[in-house]
């Protein structure tokens, strides 16, 4: 009887157990899952255990309660690895391309318009009216020369010395042509704007102009970049180092009626300097999609050189003269786009719109009028370039 008792209580027991494992809300580290709900009770939700929880201790957490993240922190191994070596052969367009990048490779194509860089070639005026030739009275559009959308490119590098920093080499090269004409019936003519005003005694106006203009710049730049702050969606990268400049602008004008009539100019700036920058992007793991943006700045000591040149085809050798002088130009750079990143990071493509100022520059339509006016004083100015960049990008 006291057998039949003990063995009694034990199966109850046993019972009572394998019920409470069953409704028990927490989560089943002992027991059986939980295979139904009870009216008001609460489902099981798994409980994810993060990085704070396991530093310091050893005690037993169960497999897929512990986030990829809090896994990576507590055991000291980069996020996306287990162990800090690929489980696979860590190519590009595997899943297992999980070991830091030691190579980073891309182009950019550009598509950018120079702004506040027009230049005013000619205006119509009639020439049966005697006028003041100092303020002509202008009968039509004036034939201006007014640079529009043309591509470039920027190419560049950078290897990862550690897992954090990096140095590399970019080179940006633009270049932007436009050329414009006019012509006109007598007794209407053209009146040149670009000529100088000391040389009224040769023939002033004429039937027919043409002029090109061209705006070409290219930078070199040579980075360092450690990453500020970044994780597995995120990445704010800080970038500094030297660069060097040079931009030209050359100015071409013909003019003809009974004679011809030509004006040149060159101004070239070369200098160099440093380079400061932020790039920042975002992303998401399960579709891609990234969100970028860059900004950087350009302090530039340099030298501008400008020729001027006028002639006709008696005397092709009016006005001759040149200029130079030092300055320091200051190039503000901002750029934001959106873009698709592969699961293991290897490949990148981005699309945005940017944004370029040039600052304390000369342009041509200002060195024409210092030699027209003899003042070649505090010639300051700026000029701006936007539009479209798509970049390419291989990490290996």
Not at 13 to 19: H, K, P, S, T
Not at 300 to 309: A, D, H, I, K, N
Request: charge should be negative.
């Amino acid at each position: 009887m006291k057998t039949k008792t003990l063995l009694a209580v034990g199966i109850s027991l046993a019972l009572v157990g394998m019920g409470w494992a069953q409704q028990w809300p927490m989560s089943p580290v002992i027991g059986y899952g939980q295979p139904m709900v009870y009216p008001l009770q609460q489902a099981y939700m798994p409980m994810v255990v993060q990085a704070d929880q396991l530093a310091g201790g050893t005690g037993f957490v169960p497999a897929g309660l512990v986030s990829e993240e809090a896994a990576d922190v507590a055991t000291g191994t980069e996020p996306g690895s287990s162990d800090g070596q690929c489980s696979g052969d860590g190519s590009c367009g595997s899943p297992d391309c999980c070991c830091g990048p030691v190579w980073t490779v891309y182009a950019d194509f550009l598509y950018l318009r120079p702004r506040n860089k027009e230049l005013a070639l000619v205006a119509p005026i009639d020439g049966a009216e005697v006028q003041d030739p100092s303020y002509p009275i202008q009968i039509g559009p004036i034939g201006v020369l007014d640079p529009d959308f043309e591509p470039g490119f920027r190419v560049g590098f950078y290897r990862w010395i550690n897992e954090s920093a990096s140095i590399g080499a970019e080179y940006t090269w633009f270049e932007s042509q436009t050329e414009t004409s006019a012509a006109i019936s007598a007794p209407n003519v053209l009146r040149s704007l670009v000529r100088h005003p000391g040389t009224a005694a040769a023939p002033s106006d004429f039937l027919q102009a043409w002029g090109g203009y061209d705006i070409d710049f290219q930078i070199i730049d040579i980075n360092y970049r450690v990453s500020l702050w970044s994780g597995v969606r995120h990445d704010v990268t800080l970038v500094a180092g030297g660069t060097y400049v040079n931009e030209t602008q050359t100015f071409l004008s013909r003019f003809e009626d009974s004679g011809v009539e030509t004006v040149n100019t060159d101004l070239v700036f070369d200098g160099g300097g440093i380079r400061v920058g932020l790039e920042a992007e975002r992303h998401s793991l399960r579709t891609g999609l990234t969100a970028y943006g860059r900004a950087s700045a350009r302090f530039v000591g340099g030298e501008f050189r400008g020729t001027y040149l006028q002639g006709t085809g008696t005397d092709p050798v009016i006005v001759n003269t040149r200029w130079s002088a030092g300055r320091v130009v200051s190039i503000l750079d901002i750029e934001l786009g959106l873009g698709w990143v592969s699961s293991n990071g290897c490949l990148r493509f981005t699309a945005g719109y940017m944004f370029s100022g040039w600052f304390n520059t000369v342009n041509t339509d200002e060195w024409i009028q210092a030699v027209q006016n003899n003042n070649f004083v505090g010639l300051s100015d700026s000029l701006a370039f936007d539009g479209l960049v798509g970049r390419v990008e291989a990490r290996w």
